[in-house]
Nanobody, 123 residues
Framework: QVQLVESGGGLVQAGGSLRLSCAAS??????MGWFRQAPGKEREFVAS????????YSTDSLKGRFTISRDSAKNTLYLQMNSLKPEDTAVYSC??????????????????WGQGTQVTVSS
């Protein structure tokens, strides 16, 4: 049975940092990613990493503040978030794709999703 379990969310002041974790079980995945959804907004792609370690970020701005990584031995995905801003407030979800060649920025290419973890950044 495949499961993705996120942890590490919470409340932080602007300028602070958080590290999200996503522990996967049941199998390994060629592509894993992070998405977020703020209240009243569409779910948006944040970052992804594939089996070679290649990463994709939604914007250069996020790339400068967020770092996605994975520990293959632990089958765990991470998102290090620095210099957090109030506009980063959202539910962050990890996702896993089974297709090696899937376009990682599209949510519909991911077959498995975690339950999400709340990140709140206060001003």
């Amino acid at each position: 049975q495949v499961q993705l379990v996120e942890s590490g969310g919470g409340l932080v002041q602007a300028g602070g940092s958080l590290r999200l974790s996503c522990a996967a079980s049941g199998r390994t995945f060629p592509i894993m990613g992070w998405f977020r959804q703020a209240p009243g907004k569409e779910r948006e792609f944040v970052a992804s990493i594939n089996w070679t370690g290649a990463t994709t970020y939604s914007t250069d701005s996020l790339k400068g503040r967020f770092t996605i990584s994975r520990d293959s031995a632990k089958n765990t995905l991470y998102l290090q978030m620095n210099s957090l801003k109030p506009e980063d407030t959202a539910v962050y979800s990890c996702a896993a794709a089974t297709n090696l060649w899937a376009q990682p920025t599209f949510a519909h290419n991911y077959a498995y999703w975690g339950q999400g973890t709340q990140v709140t950044v206060s001003s």
